[in-house]
Each structure stands twice: as structure tokens, then as C-alpha cells.
């Protein structure tokens, strides 16, 4: 059974930092590219950004790109997101997901796992 658990979400204050875990059981973690993704109240969801699985190449959206980083540990089967220079608009659930398939995408359909979701609130 596949399972994607994400944490560190919480309250932060506008420019200040989190960041988010994801671990992930049941699949072999290091065959998969990473994805996260966020969903504020009333919104679809939306691509963050992505990372092989090797950890050699990552993609961000525009919203997030030079203050948001993806990183991630095969060995202890989690992906990292750290956020720095957080701002309102940055408040959202945000979902780790698993894409099985060779290369990366920003689409959500394509990803085979989600984990639940934790929350991020940034006050402004």
C-alpha cells in the first residue's frame, strides 16, 4: 500500500520560511519523480514544482520560482519543500504526489499518489 505523508505545514508570517516533508512507503521511491502541488480554499489545484528521480533536475512554477526548492533523500524515501520569502497568496494546502512515469510533468492527472495534504498559512 502506497503511502505519502506530508508535515511541517503551520502559520508563518509573510517573509519568513517552512519547510515541508513528504515521506513516502510502499513504492520504490527512487524510481519516481516528485511532484508537489497546492490547493487554496475555492481553487483548483496547482503546479508548484517537480523533481526527477535522481534529484538532477527541478521545475518550478513562475509563482514560486527563486524562493521555493525542491529537494529530495532516496535514501530515507522523502522529498523536501522549502519555502522562503512566504506571502499571502501563498496560503494553500499543499500535496506531495508520486509520478511513476519516465520524466516529470506539471499536470496533476498524471501523477499516480497523492498524500493527503498539510496546511500553510501565511499572515500577512
Known amino acids: 500500500q502506497v503511502q505519502l505523508v506530508e508535515s511541517g505545514g503551520g502559520l508563518v508570517q509573510a517573509g519568513g520560511s517552512l519547510r515541508l516533508s513528504c515521506a513516502a512507503s510502499?513504492?520504490?521511491?527512487?524510481?519516481?519523480?516528485m511532484g508537489w502541488f497546492r490547493q487554496a480554499s475555492g481553487k483548483e489545484r496547482e503546479f508548484v514544482g517537480v523533481i526527477t528521480w535522481s534529484g538532477g533536475y527541478t521545475h518550478y512554477a513562475d509563482s514560486v520560482k527563486g524562493r521555493f526548492t525542491i529537494s529530495r533523500d532516496n535514501a530515507k524515501n522523502t522529498v523536501y519543500l522549502q519555502m522562503n520569502s512566504l506571502k499571502p497568496e501563498d496560503t494553500a494546502v499543499y500535496h506531495c504526489?508520486?509520478?511513476?512515469?519516465?520524466?516529470?510533468?506539471?499536470?496533476?492527472?498524471?501523477?499516480?499518489?497523492w498524500g493527503q495534504g498539510t496546511q500553510v498559512t501565511v499572515s500577512s
Open positions: 504526489a508520486a509520478d511513476r512515469r519516465t520524466g516529470w510533468s506539471i499536470l496533476p492527472n498524471e501523477y499516480d499518489y
Open positions: 510502499g513504492l520504490t521511491f527512487s524510481t519516481y519523480a
